[in-house]
């Protein structure tokens, strides 16, 4: 099973079934953080062993559907290793990685500068409208990144 498990094959389970987004932390905060899930449907032991490598809490959901919900460390790990072979979900990995660039890996005071706290909110704010155009619209023949290279020496 783990030989199986190669980059280019994480990145096709991943564009099919993954997800890179932003949900709020805690209500007034104004900060959110980054959600890397990865859903599939009777593939138990496929998923339980992902979850094994790339740390996450394995969920179960309706009729087999498993979800693991990526912990930071296997998050980051994760998509450290597909970024180079996702396809459809390319800009979405790409602005997780620089997400997490920007997050304290400790609880506490922020020690963001202003800057890098107004280029978090513009990449969460990014990372939300790619999952929506993704949804509503195709977007393919967009570069990903194109964007933000303009405002960031950091993609």
Known sequence: MIEKLTPQYLAGLFDGEGCVSVNQCNPGSGW???????????QEKLIRTIAEIYPGGVTPRNNGFLQICFRREGAEKLLDC?????????YQV????ELFKLIPKEFGPCQLS???QVLRMRLEDLL??????????NLQGIPPGEIIESESPII
């Not at 959110?32 to 009777?42: A, D, K, M, P, Q």
């Not at 597909?82 to 396809?87: C, E, G, L, P, S």
């Not at 790409?94 to 990685?97: A, D, F, Q, R, Y």
């Open 82 to 90: 597909i970024k180079d072979h996702v396809i459809v979900k390319e």
């Open 32 to 42: 959110r953080r980054v959600i890397v899930n990865l859903g599939l449907t009777n």
């Open 128 to 137: 939300e409208d790619a999952n929506y155009k993704r949804a509503t619209t």
């Open 114 to 116: 202003l800057q890098q």
């Open 94 to 97: 790409k602005l997780g990685i």
